[in-house]
């Protein structure tokens, strides 16, 4: 149960993550 919820918890981590690398690609792109 307590795995589970790590991997969860590592998942959205790392696809906020990437979400906020490609978020941040894209002000330098406009910028």
């Known amino acids: 149960m307590l ?3 790590l991997i969860t918890a ?3 981590v790392v ?3 990437l979400v ?3 978020a941040m ?3 330098k792109d406009d910028y």
């Open 3 to 5: 795995t589970a919820l």
């Open 10 to 12: 590592i998942l959205a």
């Open 15 to 17: 696809i906020t993550g």
């Open 20 to 22: 906020f690398l490609s």
């Open 25 to 27: 690609q894209d002000i």
